[in-house]
Nanobody
Framework: QVQLVESGGGLVQAGGSLRLSCAASGRSFNSYTMGWFRQAPGKEREFVAALNNWSGGRTYYADSVKGRFTISRDNAKNTVYLQMNSLKPEDTAVYYC????????????????WGQGTQVTVSS
């Protein structure tokens, strides 16, 4: 079992930055792919970024956030981060952290564990 708790969301102006954190508890954190997804009102949950360990910490990003967002993890702290820069109003959503033993990193159904979500609002 893995428990995930997100933090760091909030209200920011367009062009600003936020860093989301996802603290994980449970066993074998290092063996999981960690992903970030988001869901805006009236829209489906969409992939944002992912990172796994068995491919040397390879990272993956949605085209919409590539070059602006960075995913990283601190295995000693059992924490994964999402640094979000140059935020746009269209980034407004609830952001979810997820963990799973999967290579289908962009598929939300492939993840086993989810956090409760944290709201990110970007004003224009």
């Amino acid at each position: 079992q893995v428990q995930l708790v997100e933090s760091g969301g909030g209200l920011v102006q367009a062009g600003g930055s936020l860093r989301l954190s996802c603290a994980a508890s449970g066993r074998s954190f290092n063996s999981y792919t960690m992903g970030w997804f988001r869901q805006a009102p009236g829209k489906e949950r969409e992939f944002v970024a992912a990172l796994n360990n068995w491919s040397g910490g390879r990272t993956y990003y949605a085209d919409s956030v590539k070059g602006r967002f960075t995913i990283s993890r601190d295995n000693a702290k059992n924490t994964v981060y999402l640094q979000m820069n140059s935020l746009k109003p269209e980034d407004t959503a609830v952001y979810y952290c997820a963990a799973g033993r999967t290579n289908y990193y962009s598929t939300w159904g492939a993840y086993d564990y989810w956090g409760q979500g944290t709201q990110v609002t970007v004003s224009s």
